[in-house]
Structures are given as C-alpha cells and as structure tokens.
C-alpha cells in the first residue's frame, strides 16, 4: 500500500507519469519516422493482426515485419504510461477534477491514434492517410503538456503575467507552429520516403512544398523573437523569458537540420532527427501561453502540511495547529 502511494497517490507523482506521457508521445513520432525511413510500413501487411493468420511477426517476413511490429508494440507503452498518469490523478491526495479530466482525455485519445494507424496499413500507406496518423500525435503531446502544466500549479483564477496582446502573441505562436508541421507532413508525403517502395506519393511539387514550409518556418522564428522582445519590453518574469528562448534554440536548430537535410537529398538519419525535432518543437512551443499565466490557489483546496507529502505542487500548504503543549511553552 506504501509503494502504490509512492508511485501514485502522493501530489508529485501526477508530474512524473505526465512527463513520461510527453517523452513516449514524442518517442512514438520518432519510432514512427524509423517505419517510414525503412521502408517498413508494410512490414505487417494487416491490422489488428500482423498478417491474416498471425496476431505477430513471422520468419518469412524478416526485419521489415519486425520493425513495424515492433512499434505497434509500443502503442502498448502509450496505453501503459496513459493508464499510469489516469492513475495517479485519480489516487492523488487530495484529488483534482481538473488533472482526472486531463488524464482520461489522454488515455481515450490513444486508441483513436492506434486506429489511425490500421486505417494507414488498410490503405496501403496513402500519403495522406499516414500524415493524418502523424499528425494525431500533436493533440496528444499537447495535452500531456497541459497534464505536467497544471500538475504543478493548483486550481484557482488564471493571473497574467504580461499584458493580453503579448498572451494573443504566444497563442499565434502555437497556431504558426502546427501550421508549420502541417506544412511539413505534406513535404514529406511529396517525398521519397513513402514507408514502401511501391507506395505512390501525394502528387505535389516537393520543391514547392519545401519553400512554403520554410517561409512559415521564418516566419514562427520572426515571431518569436518578437515575443522575447516583448517579454523584455514588459518586464515579464525570468521564467517566461527562458522559456522564451528555449523555444528559439529549438527553432533554430530545427532549422539547420532541416536546410541541411534538404540539400544532402534527404538521408534518413537526418529526416529521422527533423520528425524528432519537430515533436520537441511542438513541446516547446505549447509551453509558451502556460509560462506567461500563473495560478492562485483555490479557495477549496485542502490545506497539507509539508511533513506529510513533502510537496507543495498544486496544493496551499499551512503550518499545522501549534499542540496545547506547544502553547504553553
């Protein structure tokens, strides 16, 4: 009972399980990419099962099969880390409706994702299709984003901390930012890397393609310093600024892969670091709105003491009542 309420009764434990909730949901965009870059996406010709016959991979289908196999083993992770994150808000003392919510949306959202994905094996790998199944890992990282957000922060009135044009600023960001993504699925459905030799691509100009995504790229780096500008202009607090310019390096190094891999013609290795850099950027970047807000404690909250959770995440915490002994002294 001790270690159940290690693991996940006690207030921080919500925090690690979200954490591992982000890692895994970036992991599976870059286990992914390995599909794709291997040309393994076919590797198991069915869904559910891996062929009519076998729930697994077989001998006859060698290292392909055991690829693709292998990463729809890891949907399992996904459902494992989603259940362990439900858990723990649900177990966490005291609970919070606002966490249990957040827990049950990412845990019902990871089967939908799965299902996308035997929707791109029934398909044949459509270009389309298999950026969809990408791209159903956004809401997911988001979401555990908010999860490890507002596990650390309790429930009360949201309090600004810049004033409203420079919030609007930070959630043009994020919109900039996923239409970067969006861009740059359909740069790689135009290109070589279908998942399968036999698989068709989408039918539009890669060069194209590549240049609009690269514009929206300059364009998200342009507001961005923008914001770190503003955030400077309106003395926001250090925090919101390191934020700030963490997002910056990661747009900037994003985009040196992403030039570099474009002018050595696309070698797997480099694509496989731009898809793991795309899912790091969408982290940081939805990062941004929660680090310009703080919270106020609820009114409701339940006051603890430290001696007994040894936290203060998410809770308003008071000295205890001096004993009568203490009084008389």
Not at 157 to 172: F, N, Q
Request: net charge neutral; proline share 6%.
């Amino acid at each position: 009972m001790e270690l159940l309420q290690r693991w996940f009764g006690r207030p921080k434990a919500i925090r690690r399980w979200a954490l591992a909730c982000v890692i895994a949901n970036v992991g599976i965009i870059v286990t992914g990419g390995a599909v794709r870059l291997t040309e393994s996406g076919l590797g198991c010709p069915e869904w559910p099962k891996c062929t009519a016959d076998s729930l697994v991979t077989t001998p006859e289908m060698g290292i392909f099969g055991v690829i693709e196999f292998g990463n729809r083993v890891l949907t399992f992770v996904l459902v494992a880390v989603a259940l362990g994150a439900l858990a723990a808000a649900w177990l966490r003392v005291p609970r919070r409706r606002s966490l249990v919510r957040l827990a049950v949306l990412g845990m019902l959202y990871v089967p939908v994702q799965a299902v996308i994905g035997g929707i791109t094996v029934w398909t044949n790998l459509n270009p389309w299709v298999v950026g969809l199944h990408f791209l159903a890992s956004i809401p997911l990282v988001a979401i555990s984003v908010a999860l490890y957000v507002r596990a650390g922060e309790p429930d009360g009135a949201v309090v600004p901390l810049v004033p409203r044009a420079v919030t609007l600023l930070s959630r043009g960001l994020v919109g900039v930012a996923f239409a970067v993504i969006v861009l740059g699925v359909v740069v790689t459905g135009s290109g070589p890397h279908a998942g399968d030799a036999e698989t068709p691509r989408n039918g539009m100009d890669p060069a194209l393609m590549s240049q609009f995504h690269a514009d929206l790229v300059w364009l998200l780096v342009g507001m961005t310093v923008a914001l770190i500008a503003a955030l400077h202009a309106v003395k926001a607090p250090e925090s919101a600024k390191r934020v700030a310019y963490t997002l910056l390096v990661v747009e900037l190094l994003q985009g040196v892969i992403g030039y570099t891999q474009y002018y050595m013609d696309l070698p797997e290795l480099l694509v496989g670091m731009h898809m793991l850099g795309a899912g790091v950027l969408w982290v940081a970047v939805v990062a941004v709105p929660f680090s310009l807000r703080r919270r106020e404690p609820s009114a409701e909250a339940v006051p603890l003491h430290y001696e007994i959770h040894g936290e203060r995440e998410g809770d308003r915490i008071v000295e205890p009542e001096p004993t009568v002994r203490e009084t008389a002294v």
